[in-house]
């Protein structure tokens, strides 16, 4: 591992039954990256997702934040260490408002429980916090609603202020932009590209369009086996990975 690696895969592999849907992937991801997965369908993209944010157990390989080995660590112990990610099935609290539910995500960033919101200026201060979130994501005049009346591009935006509640120094973002109208994706699309410059982004996405806006490094899965890691400009060029994609989605020129 380089020193400047904040994620780190060696050899990451899960098998279902005989099937191996990730088979020994390696790659790295320094600190501010803006790192893209993509492959055409069934690549193991979603499955090596699971297996970062802590989801699913892997099995083989090594896992590394910042140096540590959090292979085994549950996805509470990760987002503890500064990892948040949003999936593509919804984990968000339907029956608590938008607000609720980032203020939530908020007591796990302090990690003092409710007690630690016991005096009212630190309550007002997160409720503030919150709200800007919620401004920021797109979210302007959704606050009070419950989460459940939400229309499915809301939810993707809420999952993402969710996520930005813990203040992580890794977001792992799931097909952000799957369901989503194209003026909705164009608003996240922005939103992430305006997210700090320290936090580092690992995104696994369909939208072509999306990820050759965004990323600064992209990774090509196929078969579940790494392909290519490089920039947009070189995975693009890649035969290998036209062969790859050829007869599913053709990658944006
Ligand atoms: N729980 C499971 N049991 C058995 N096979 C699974 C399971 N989850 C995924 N797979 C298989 O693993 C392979 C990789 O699936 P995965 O969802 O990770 O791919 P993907 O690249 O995310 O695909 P897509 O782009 O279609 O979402 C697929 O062949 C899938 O059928």
Do not use: C
């Not at 369908?41 to 699971?50: P, Q, Y």
């Not at 916090?129 to 609603?145: F, I, K, N, Q, Y």
């Not at 600064?216 to 994609?245: K, M, N, W």
Request: glycine content about 10%; cysteine-free.
């Amino acid at each position: 591992m380089n020193d400047l690696d904040l994620l780190e895969l060696r050899s990451v592999s899960r098998r279902f039954g005989s099937f191996t849907a990730v088979d020994e992937v390696s790659l790295t991801v320094r600190p501010g990256a803006r790192h893209a997965i993509i492959g055409p369908n069934g690549a193991g993209k979603s499955t090596l997702f699971g297996l970062i944010s802590g989801t699913r157990p892997v099995s083989g390989g090594t896992i590394l934040l910042d140096g540590q080995d959090v292979t085994r660590l549950p996805v509470h112990r990760r987002v503890g260490l500064g990892t948040a990610a949003t999936f593509q099935h919804s984990s968000l609290f339907l029956r608590e408002t938008v607000l609720e539910n980032v203020l939530l995500a908020a007591l796990l960033r302090t990690g003092t429980g409710l007690g630690g919101w016991r005096k009212v200026s630190a309550r007002a201060a997160e409720i503030d916090r919150a709200r800007s979130l919620l401004d920021r994501v797109g979210l302007p005049d959704r606050h009070d609603l419950m989460a459940g009346a939400l229309s499915h591009g809301e939810r993707r935006q809420l999952e993402v202020a969710v996520a930005l509640a813990t203040e992580p120094r890794l977001l792992l973002l799931d097909e952000p932009a799957a369901g989503m109208s194209p003026a909705e994706t164009a608003r996240l699309t922005e939103l992430i590209a305006a997210l700090p410059a320290e936090m580092t982004v690992l995104l696994v996405e369909h939208d072509l369009d999306m990820v050759f806006e965004l990323a600064d490094t992209v990774t090509v899965l196929h078969l579940g086996r790494h392909l290519i890691t490089g920039t947009p400009d070189h995975v693009r060029a890649s035969a290998e990975v036209q062969r790859a994609y050829l007869g599913t989605t053709e990658v944006a020129s």
